[in-house]
């Protein structure tokens, strides 16, 4: 959850496309830390896309709820929703490439 204030809007008084974007690259890792994962906080993002499905508001608290979709070796690809109060605003498909293991 993130808290939202004036200098994250757009000249249209919405949420900036690019503060959203930031906020769920950030929210991958910090879901995959809360799913077990710690180590992966220093997995990197090979792909981030975004659908904007409606406008966010200045104000209300951004919400993400992140899905792991399938694992391989060296790959992660994950799934986010991102609302504000029930109202989706985002949408994110992501494919992250796996911390290498310390020895």
Do not use: W
């Amino acid at each position: 959850m993130l808290e939202t204030r004036p200098d994250h809007a757009n000249r249209l008084n919405a949420l900036h496309g690019g503060f959203l974007s930031g906020f769920a690259d950030h929210a991958l890792f910090a879901a995959l830390a809360a799913m077990g994962r710690p180590e992966q906080m220093a997995a990197v993002t090979v792909n981030l896309n975004m659908q904007y499905c409606g406008a966010g508001r200045v104000g209300p608290n951004l919400q993400a709820d992140v899905d792991l979709l399938r694992e391989t070796g060296r790959l992660m690809f994950l799934r986010m929703t991102i609302s504000q109060e029930d109202v989706l605003i985002a949408a994110t498909s992501a494919t992250v490439r796996k911390a290498a293991e310390r020895k």
